[in-house]
């Protein structure tokens, strides 16, 4: 098999825990949502629920707390000019789209979303630089954790952090795999030393 581009791609969503109450998920991890509607509420919900089920609720909310994910139809178009599914200029927030600029659907919002968690992560935790330090050796699961799709590759391992984590939640067995150093780092330093519940 090809190599994959993203995460989102191969990743599987039956990993994602199902949140039992929605509304109370959030708001003790104090998640907030700008746009949702409920089946984005739940997928957040969810997501947090799968955290929270690997670590506790402390942690989970150590991790997530804070956060403010905006769902819109269309986010602005992207710097090349082609579709720009999720950004996060503003501290905090997630921004995520459904539709590009031409009204094409963007597949894949779950994997999109996990990804998109990972940079909110690393930002509020300052774990990029940590990470550039302990994992000397580069994961290479994913085409995107070292190049755009046009093949241009990215200043930093930033991306490469965001699909990792997204890698531990949902692609746990293939990380642990294939990119050990970057597994342990996960576990370690974010998921209180369990392992991956995606086998
Ligand atoms: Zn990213």
Known sequence: MAKPHMIAEVGDIKCIEKSANIKKQLSDLRIDTSGANRTEKKLLANVAETIEKLTNQQQAEKILGGLLVNFKDVLRS???????????????????????????????????????????????????????????????????????????????????????????????????????????????ELFLGTESICR
Do not use: W
């Open 78 to 188: 992207h710097s090349s000019g082609g579709c720009l599914p999720a950004h996060q200029l503003v501290s905090g927030q997630i921004h995520i789209g459904r539709k590009c600029a031409d009204g094409v659907k963007i597949p894949l919002q779950e994997g999109i979303l996990v990804h998109e968690i990972g940079h909110f992560v690393a930002n509020k935790l300052g774990l990029y630089p940590k990470y550039e330090k302990k994992v000397s050796r580069k994961c290479k699961l994913t085409n995107y954790m070292r190049s755009n799709r046009d093949g241009r590759k990215h200043k930093n391992r930033n991306e490469e952090f965001a699909e990792v984590f997204a890698a531990y939640l949902i692609y746990g067995k293939k990380l642990q795999q294939s990119c050990k150093q970057s597994y342990e780092f996960m576990r370690d």
